[in-house]
């Protein structure tokens, strides 16, 4: 009998004939190495098929050196699982965590106030304006460098059971899961022979977290969740890469720079490319992927000899201050080039032409300044504000203010940065923006609004303007505007900031499952954190305003959740932030998780936590702190509430702090 059976086994390979070919059909010889590899369907895309740009791999259709071995082959398929394995389970735990966060928490009063007091500090209204920010908590630690793997850009076989789902999840690629199975044979209680075989599951369910307990029922609709927030992680939107006017020609990839200069100029001009340049527009850079540095910057320093000697100048004093040199010869080498610059400008000014390098050049001293020195260099310099006036000549006389106000392909840079500078230099200064007229009218466009400010500075440009109309509320405030007639623009404006927040979820982390930074969710968190201090600014403006109000002391607190969402350390961007940590440190409590907050991020930015304007906002905090814990009160006594500009003005400091 059991012979019998043996041989009618092969009575069911007629069944699986047509099966078998059905399955056939006739592969292609010309797709791509990568989908190949994966046993993928290649449309043969140029440069990148659609597979492997939809799932960020690299697309090579030129035989590549691990093909022809077996060996990279395997490891290729084991990095493959690897990946994917990563990735969904970073998704899951993710999913997981926003479900745990607090949604419930007090939010702090908003900005409603019917008389001039500072005891109605409360705002129905606002609690559903800021909801958004109040149910994030600070959960994730990201005072350490986010972990970027490096990865081979590969993605998984579907395997064959699923195929019935690829039209309904064309961009999920399933989990591949490895199930070992041993047996043992034992005769007479001793162990004799032993078998162990690997068996591969696929599924598009994640692995649970360890020791988690497995569900007894399948989650309803956990597929659509799931499918739903990988497709509008897959569609995010992307910040303009080419939406500014560099003024140099037209985009390239890359540019030499070719200039004669002596060898200690030389060394000079090697700093600032390599060392000073890649701090100097961080999120740019971020948005743009290097088109600043080789489309202004680089061609600014061949063209224009006033800007070449003004980053001369400031690649010296970046040498001065983090490789610690001390000397007549470093001084000498930047009070020449600080003495080339302003008297190529004079020059410039007299011939009256070439407008644009001779702004470009002004800028570049007055914006530059923010990322280089210490704060007791005492060597001589002209005011930041000085060489402002002479840029706001420069922009009116080119009109660059009117024809922003008009649509263009392209946005000119030199006014974007002008319009940063302006705006909140004007909130160091207590004055009005000079271009407040032009921020306004941008800002109530329904289709022009954008200036460029998100995509250089990462605040979106909405916030910016609201920002420049909080300093304008200051300057009327100065001049005697009465007490009920300021809280009624306070609350206006207040309700105006609560519109920037529809529709935004608040902070989340910037980074995908793959470590990659996302630059529109770098600049929401970043939003975020400007919108809060917009708040704080515009509540210290009330009559009778103290930080120790519950609702200034909750939006300090809702400020440190926000940033705890930024990157930090040398890599991060805590140093465009500069005047969100001024607006919010100034008024931070002696408990306040602000301060231990601001004390471990300057730890994270080691030496560069001393240069620039981020040192300088640094220090101007800790004098603040000092009046404000009454240690040090001017007028004796225990201090409430000391302005920052007061501790300036006593200092005799005079910084650009943005």
Same mark, same amino acid.
């Given at each position: 009998?059991?012979?019998a059976?043996?041989?009618?086994?092969?009575?069911?390979?007629?069944n699986?004939?047509?099966?078998?070919?059905?399955?056939?059909?006739?592969?292609?010889?010309?797709?791509?190495?990568?989908c190949?590899?994966?046993?993928?369907?290649?449309?043969?895309?140029?440069?990148?098929c659609?597979?492997?740009?939809?799932?960020?791999?690299?697309?090579?259709?030129?035989?590549?050196m691990?093909? =022809?071995?077996?060996?990279?082959?395997?490891?290729?398929?084991?990095?493959?699982?690897?990946? /994917?394995?990563?990735?969904?389970?970073?998704?899951?735990?993710?999913s997981?965590?926003?479900?745990v966060?607090?949604?419930? $928490?007090e939010t702090?009063?908003?900005?409603?106030?019917?008389?001039?007091?500072?005891?109605?500090?409360?705002?129905?209204?606002?609690r559903?304006?800021?909801?958004?920010?109040?149910?994030?908590? =600070?959960?994730?630690?990201m005072?350490?460098p986010?972990?970027? $793997?490096?990865?081979?850009?590969?993605?998984a076989?579907?395997?064959?059971s699923?195929?019935?789902?690829?039209?309904?999840?064309?961009?999920f690629?399933?989990?591949?899961?490895?199930?070992?199975?041993e047996?043992?044979?034992?005769?007479?209680?001793?162990?004799?022979?032993?078998e162990?075989?690997?068996?591969?599951?696929s599924?598009? #369910?994640?692995?649970?977290?360890?020791?988690?307990?497995?569900?007894s029922?399948?989650v309803d609709?956990?597929w659509d969740?799931?499918?739903?927030?990988?497709?509008?992680?897959l569609?995010e939107?992307?910040?303009?890469?080419?939406?500014?006017?560099?003024?140099?020609?037209?985009?390239?990839?890359?540019?030499?720079?070719?200039?004669?200069l002596?060898?200690g100029d030389?060394?000079?001009?090697d700093?600032?490319?390599?060392?000073?340049?890649?701090?100097?527009?961080?999120?740019?850079?971020?948005?743009?992927?290097?088109?600043?540095?080789?489309?202004?910057?680089?061609?600014?320093?061949?063209?224009n000899?006033c800007?070449?000697?003004?980053?001369?100048?400031?690649?010296?004093?970046?040498?001065? %201050?983090?490789l610690n040199?001390?000397?007549?010869?470093?001084?000498?080498? /930047?009070?020449?080039?600080?003495?080339a610059?302003?008297s190529?400008?004079?020059? %410039?000014?007299?011939?009256?032409?070439?407008?644009?390098?001779?702004?470009?050049?002004?800028?570049?001293?007055?914006?530059?300044?923010?990322?280089?020195?210490?704060?007791?260099?005492s060597?001589?310099?002209?005011?930041? #504000?000085?060489?402002?006036q002479?840029?706001?000549?420069?922009?009116?006389?080119?009109?660059?203010?009117?024809?922003?106000?008009?649509?263009?392909?392209?946005?000119?840079?030199?006014?974007?940065?002008?319009?940063? /500078?302006?705006?909140?230099?004007?909130t160091?200064?207590?004055?009005?923006?000079?271009?407040a007229?032009?921020?306004?009218?941008?800002?109530?466009?329904?289709t022009n609004?954008?200036?460029g400010?998100r995509?250089?500075?990462?605040?979106?440009?909405?916030?910016?303007?609201?920002?420049?109309?909080?300093?304008?509320?200051?300057?009327?405030?100065?001049?005697?505007?009465?007490?009920?007639?300021l809280?009624?623009h306070?609350?206006?404006?207040?309700?105006q900031?609560?519109?920037?927040e529809?529709g935004?979820?608040?902070?989340?982390?910037?980074?995908?499952?793959?470590?990659?930074?996302?630059?529109?969710?770098?600049?929401?968190?970043?939003?975020?954190a400007?919108?809060? %201090?917009?708040?704080?600014?515009?509540?210290?403006?009330?009559?009778?305003f103290?930080?120790?109000?519950?609702?200034?002391?909750?939006l300090?607190?809702?400020?440190?959740?926000?940033?705890?969402?930024?990157?930090?350390?040398q890599?991060g961007?805590?140093?465009?932030?500069?005047?969100?940590?001024l607006?919010?440190?100034?008024?931070?409590?002696?408990?306040s998780?602000f301060?231990?907050?601001?004390?471990e991020?300057?730890?994270?930015l080691?030496?560069?936590?001393?240069?620039?304007?981020?040192?300088?906002v640094?220090?101007l905090?800790?004098?603040?702190?000092? #009046?404000?814990?009454?240690?040090l009160?001017?007028?004796?006594?225990?201090? #409430?509430?000391?302005?920052?500009?007061?501790?300036?003005?006593?200092?005799?400091?005079?910084?650009l702090l943005?």
């Open positions: 009998m059991a012979v059976q043996q041989k009618s086994k092969p009575a069911a390979k007629p699986s004939t047509p099966k078998g070919k059905m399955q056939m059909h006739r592969r292609s010889r010309t797709g791509c190495y990568t190949r590899l994966r046993r993928k369907k290649c449309d043969e895309g140029s440069p990148s659609t597979a492997c740009k939809h799932l960020g791999l690299r697309c090579e259709y030129k035989r590549p691990w093909w =022809s071995n077996n060996d990279q082959r395997r490891l290729q398929k084991d990095n493959i699982k690897m990946i /994917i394995k990563r990735k969904k389970l970073t998704e899951k735990t993710t997981a965590t926003n479900q966060m607090d949604t419930g $928490a702090p009063p908003g900005l409603s106030h019917s008389l001039p007091t500072s005891a109605t500090f409360s705002d129905p209204l606002d559903t304006r800021s909801a958004s920010i109040d149910s994030q908590l =600070s959960l994730f630690d005072n350490a986010p972990h970027i $793997a490096d990865y081979t850009a590969y993605n076989q579907m395997h064959s699923h195929s019935q789902y690829a039209s309904m999840y064309p961009e690629s399933p989990y591949e899961i490895d199930v070992k199975t047996r043992q044979m034992f005769v007479n209680d001793i162990p004799t022979r032993r162990s075989t690997i068996s591969t599951f599924t598009y #369910h994640p692995p649970p977290p360890p020791e988690a307990m497995l569900p029922f399948p609709n956990e969740v799931t499918y739903d927030e990988r497709r509008e992680s569609s939107e992307n910040l303009n890469t080419n939406l500014f006017d560099f003024c140099h020609g037209p985009p390239t990839t890359v540019r030499q720079v070719a200039i004669e002596d060898e030389q060394r000079l001009l700093h600032f490319v390599s060392d000073v340049l890649p701090t100097v527009f961080p999120i740019l850079e971020t948005n743009q992927h290097g088109s600043a540095r080789t489309d202004y910057v680089l061609p600014a320093l061949q063209s000899k800007y070449l000697h003004c980053c001369l100048s400031i690649a010296a004093q970046h040498c001065k %201050a983090t040199i001390q000397g007549e010869q470093i001084d000498n080498d /930047i009070m020449r080039h600080r003495y610059t302003i190529e400008l004079c020059e %410039a000014l007299n011939r009256d032409t070439n407008h644009s390098e001779i702004l470009e050049a002004t800028l570049a001293m007055i914006f530059f300044q923010c990322s280089v020195g210490r704060l007791d260099d060597l001589p310099d002209i005011p930041w #504000h000085q060489h402002f002479a840029a706001i000549s420069l922009v009116q006389k080119l009109e660059l203010n009117r024809m922003v106000s008009e649509s263009h392909d392209l946005m000119s840079f030199n006014m974007t940065l002008t319009a940063w /500078i302006d705006i909140l230099g004007s160091i200064q207590g004055r009005a923006p000079t271009f007229h032009t921020y306004r009218e941008k800002h109530l466009s329904p609004s954008s200036l400010l995509e250089l500075m990462g605040c979106e440009d909405r916030v910016m303007y609201l920002i420049s109309e909080i300093a304008c509320l200051e300057a009327l405030k100065k001049d005697g505007m009465d007490d009920i007639q809280c009624q306070v609350h206006a404006l207040g309700d900031i609560g519109l920037t529809i935004d979820p608040g902070p989340k982390i910037p980074f995908n499952a793959n470590g990659v930074l996302s630059p529109k969710q770098l600049s929401k968190n970043m939003t975020a400007f919108r809060i %201090a917009a708040r704080i600014y515009l509540c210290s403006l009330v009559p009778g103290s930080p120790s109000q519950a609702s200034c002391v909750g300090v607190s809702k400020l440190t959740q926000a940033l705890e969402f930024i990157p930090s350390g890599v961007f805590d140093r465009s932030l500069v005047w969100v940590y607006i919010g440190g100034s008024v931070s409590t002696m408990d998780p301060r231990t907050f601001l004390e991020r300057l730890l994270a080691g030496d560069l936590a001393n240069f620039g304007s981020f040192g300088r640094a220090c905090l800790k004098e603040v702190w000092s #009046h404000v814990d009454g240690r009160s001017p007028g004796g006594g225990e201090a #409430h509430y000391v302005s920052w500009r007061d501790v300036m003005q006593m200092k005799g400091w005079d910084f943005i």
